[in-house]
């Protein structure tokens, strides 16, 4: 535990260094983000060791705030969320401290990397947190944090308004974690997470409430449609590493929270577990719909997320019905997968945002259509960024696939399950997982064939470089991470028993039963993977000696004997992904504007499409229009008066000393 | 492991390059023409590994990097697909899985090689190919569980192993809907009428033979002999759901999984010779039908349990 404070303190000296050395740029970029990996590298270390079986550390210390003890504690389940943080926020604090030069005159080093810093502290300390208003404190800085960072360019309107989307997103959210909070706190009689656990059972009307406050509340964090709507704003904005730390790892605090409230709350009910399926369908499946239909490659990324915070949701779903249901394969399988893919998503995330980060810093737009071409330019960045798109897309040998098996084998052991109510839903995850998986596969082809295959379709393409060593270590790292997890998933799974003894209320015996048919079959796929690389390796020596004697040429890409093909023939991201886009096309809404070629002597003609987020049109934009409108019949109490407000004061205090006297 | 067990996966890797020829056989035979050689697509992979070379200066890794990925996957995915009797060599629970996974690294694989060459036709390919895909994913997904519900095993090789003619006698129905929903998958994932025409020579109405246009010599030669291993992979798959084989001694299994295959081979040049290619935009009608075909199955398997 001291290394972890240890680690605390040098991110939050980090923070207050690099504060102190605004005069100097370099200066103020050296230590925060020096700062910053040297704290991640120092808690990292107990971390590692409670995951290799350590046992759990805890630590509690007085603190004068009502209600409030300094209570950390360090399980399995919170080295699991741990692990990720750290990681992944060193690698883009490296990334950043190259990434942000290129912003020099327009962001401030030594208001950046505070932030940065500060954000780490508080995303570690509210995985760490033992009592529910050090937790409160913490994601209150975490979120305070990543809205400085995300309006980092406040200098554009968009970005400030992409900043108010998620300052507003993030306080709904607070507001009902406070309440889930009070609730729990009056039934235990205690704000701390022990004694939570001690009130058990709640009576299951409250325990539903605590249950649809959560959801509420860290569903808002993690991106649960509806619930989505700040991300595909907030992401394009932030600074393409703060992006990574965001989406990689901060949206996973809301599962984090989401999974620890329900071992406050005892054995689940059904209904829970069918919610998480339903909702994990929707996000799943529309959050890669949506992605599919944006230009901008960092919205299409924060879509993407919604998407795979839908297959970690189908995950803790499946896992929350075999608890329900007796199953120990279903509840460890499915719990197993959720956890794991959200330290996949980390890795292949963080490698993605990093990626298109190196793509802006290069040419300057975020527009994919005005791409093309960069693989053969930007090397590094372009095979790497081909790694992360196969592992997002569950393909094997790579990570993603990995998590999406032990959904999937999950669900297939749902289906054997007698009781139709397990089979039923554990069907519709299967439909689900294989249509998102098919939807993300064509998402992925269109940026990686859009970006970074094909011809250059616009000038921004012509000066692009691979990025220096800063920002290609982390993602190499990262990569590595992906295909390393892919080819031996066995390593992170094998460690998870900790994590999963809380979440699937089995003793360790059963759950090392259960993990072992998740073991076994991960071990298969070591070997396929091995197979299918040692397959690819003697093939492509084989084709090289075969070609060696004989002759081989370049030409022009045939275009059906047209002898002058130009990049503007290719097949643009819109044209790709029309087919899906216009099947799926009463969910999308996608508008589109168009000046067609009339007459016998036609003008240009011009075409646009955009996707706008149908939930913040349709929904929030009308409920607040709504809230607003019906509160401003309240208006009339507020108007400026300040004799009028001393008189509600008195008022109110003689009201108070009526009903106290009564 | 068994000697048994290298079977499956040599027999595909030697016999696949049949089927395309027996499917262009029966169209032939049926429209009164005496067609190429049984033997065909042998001759053709050959004289393509033989040639040398031709790159467009669009392309780069990726497109060189196609055709043996998508080799490697399929025949990966043929180490796991029983066949006759024998069990596959890698077989373990949830291997199904690995098997659709499999496939969409092919696939993947050939969508990035066509994109990579920047052709306006080849990036219609793909866009088609990755949109059906998707469509018929959930449906083999589905018919899988269909197979895996009614035989309580989670392995392909210990559900085939399990599905003897007992079982199609309690399962009969839901396991002809099933066969259905594969024979769709089979036609769209192998790019066969109605969803694709492999015989049309129009860049523009074409899916898959339009994204290996750029791809010549040995390359090609690749993507042929990769082509007719998914043939012989799904139809193993197909063949093995159709016909109840574990009751028989292993080389009477064989021999019926063999002429199993003759017939899909045979069953799908007549569907070839008597359907014309669907128009695109009713390929997803046909896939959400296939979908359609296993949910049904999948309720009738329960239905079975708990009543």
């Given at each position: ?302 879509y993407c997320s919604v998407e795979n915070i ?353 | ?23 262009t056989r029966t169209r032939c035979w049926l ?205 193993a798959l197909l063949v093995g759901v159709a ?65």
């Amino acid at each position: 535990m001291l290394l972890i404070l240890a680690g605390l303190g040098l991110l939050v000296l980090g923070a207050i260094a690099s504060l102190m050395a605004a005069r100097s740029p370099r200066r103020a970029t050296l230590l925060g983000v020096g700062g910053t990996i040297a704290g991640c590298a120092c808690a990292l270390v107990p971390v590692v060791r409670v995951l290799l079986g350590h046992a759990p550390e805890s630590l509690r210390l007085p603190w004068s705030v009502p209600f409030g003890v300094f209570a950390l504690g360090l399980d399995g389940l919170s080295g699991f969320f741990l692990l990720p943080i750290l990681a992944l926020s060193a690698l883009a604090a490296l990334y950043g401290s190259e990434y942000l030069g290129a912003f020099r005159g327009r962001v401030v080093p030594a208001r950046a990397w505070p932030f940065f810093a500060l954000l780490v502290a508080a995303m570690a300390l509210v995985v760490l947190a033992r009592n529910g208003v050090l937790f409160l404190v913490a994601w209150e800085i975490m979120s305070l944090a990543a809205y400085f960072l995300v309006v980092l360019e406040d200098e554009t309107p968009a970005v400030r308004s992409a900043g108010w989307t998620y300052l507003v997103a993030t306080h709904l959210g607070t507001a009902f974690l406070i309440v889930m909070f009070v609730v729990l706190g009056h039934e235990a009689g205690s704000l701390d997470f022990e004694r939570f656990g001690a009130a058990l059972p709640l009576a299951a009307p409250l325990a539903g409430l605590v249950f649809v406050l959560a959801m509420i509340g860290f569903g808002t964090k993690a991106g649960f449609m509806p619930l989505h709507v700040w991300l595909p704003e907030a992401h394009p904005a932030a600074p393409s590493h703060v992006s990574a730390v965001m989406s990689g790892v901060m949206i996973k605090l809301g599962i984090y929270g989401l999974l620890r409230t329900l071992t406050f709350l005892g054995p689940p009910p059904a209904w829970w577990g069918w919610t998480l399926v339903a909702v994990g369908l929707t996000s799943g499946v529309l959050g890669v719909l949506f992605a599919l239909a944006q230009h901008d490659l960092k919205r299409l990324l924060a879509y993407c997320s919604v998407e795979n915070i839908g297959i970690i949701a189908l995950g803790i779903g499946g896992g929350l019905l075999g608890v329900h249901h007796g199953s120990a394969a279903l509840a460890v399988l499915g719990f197993a997968g959720a956890l794991l893919h959200v330290v996949n998503h980390a890795l292949f995330k963080g490698l993605l945002f990093l990626g298109a980060g190196a793509v802006v810093h290069a040419t300057g737009t975020r527009e994919m259509d005005q791409l093309g071409g960069l693989l053969k330019r930007m090397p590094w960045t372009g095979s790497l960024f081909v790694v992360g798109a196969a592992a997002i897309c569950g393909l094997p040998p790579l990570n993603g696939f990995a998590s999406e098996f032990l959904v999937f084998l999950g669900a297939y052991q749902g289906v054997l399950h007698p009781a139709a109510a397990v089979a039923g839903p554990a069907l519709a995850v299967l439909a689900g997982l294989a249509l998102i998986g098919g939807l993300a596969a064509a998402c992925f082809a269109k940026v990686i064939g859009v970006v970074f295959l094909g011809e250059a379709r616009s000038g921004h393409v012509a000066q692009a470089h691979d990025p220096g060593t800063a920002m290609t270590l982390p993602m190499v790292v990262l990569a590595s991470g992906c295909v390393l997890v892919g080819l031996a998933p066995v390593l992170l799974v094998g460690r998870m028993g900790g994590a999963l003894e809380p979440l699937t209320r089995l003793p360790a015996v059963a759950i090392e039963l259960a993990l072992a048919p998740a073991l076994l079959p991960l071990q298969w796929i070591t070997l396929a993977a091995a197979v299918l690389l040692a397959l690819v390796g003697t093939l492509s020596i084989w084709r090289r000696r075969r070609l060696a004697g004989r002759p081989v040429r370049e030409a022009l890409t045939w275009d059906c004997g047209y002898a002058r093909p130009t990049p503007r023939m290719q097949y643009t991201g819109s044209s790709f992904v029309r087919p899906l886009t216009r099947l799926f096309g009463g969910f999308l809404r996608t508008r589109t504007t168009r000046v067609a070629p009339v007459g016998p002597f036609p003008g240009p003609a011009a075409l646009a499409t955009a996707t706008p987020d149908v939930f913040r049109d349709a929904l929030f934009r009308p409920a607040f229009r709504m809230a607003s409108g019906t509160l401003a019949k309240l208006r009339w109490l507020q108007h400026g008066r300040v004799q009028l407000y001393v008189l509600y004061i008195l008022l109110t205090l003689v009201v108070l000393l009526v009903w106290k006297l009564r | 492991m068994t000697a048994l067990a290298a079977l499956p996966p040599l027999c595909a890797l030697v016999l696949a390059p049949l089927l395309p020829g027996i499917i262009t056989r029966t169209r032939c035979w049926l429209t009164g023409r005496r067609g190429p050689p049984l033997l065909q697509t042998y001759t053709d992979i050959g004289k393509l590994l033989a040639k040398g070379a031709v790159y467009s200066r669009t392309t780069t890794a990726v497109f060189r990097a196609g055709p043996l990925v998508g080799l490697a996957a399929v025949v990966t995915a043929a180490a796991m697909v029983p066949f006759g009797t024998a069990a596959a060599p890698l077989a373990f629970p949830g291997d199904l899985i690995l098997l659709c996974g499999l496939l969409a690294l092919m696939r993947f694989a050939t969508v990035l090689a066509a994109l990579d060459t920047g052709s306006a036709f080849e990036g219609m390919g793909a866009s088609r190919e990755v949109q059906f895909a998707a469509l018929a994913e959930p449906a083999l997904v589905l018919a899988l569980a269909v197979v895996v519900r009614s035989t309580g095993n989670l392995s392909l090789s210990g559900a085939f192993g399990a599905l003897t003619s007992a079982a199609w006698a309690s399962e009969g129905a839901a396991l002809v809907l099933v066969l259905g929903t594969l024979f769709v998958v089979y036609l769209t994932e192998n790019a066969r009428v109605p969803v694709d025409d492999p015989g049309t020579h129009l860049e523009l109405t074409m899916i898959h033979e339009v994204m290996v246009l750029d791809h010549g010599g040995p390359d090609l030669g690749l993507i042929h002999y990769a082509a007719a291993l998914k043939l012989w992979v799904l139809g193993a798959l197909l063949v093995g759901v159709a016909l109840p084989v574990q009751d028989l001694m292993p080389w009477a299994g064989l021999l019926v999984a063999l002429a199993g295959m003759l017939v899909l081979a045979v069953l799908v040049g007549v569907v070839e010779t008597v359907m014309a290619r669907l128009k695109l935009l009713r390929v997803p009608q046909l896939l959400v039908g296939a979908t359609a075909l296993a949910v049904l199955a999948v309720v009738l398997v329960m239905r079975g349990r708990v009543g």
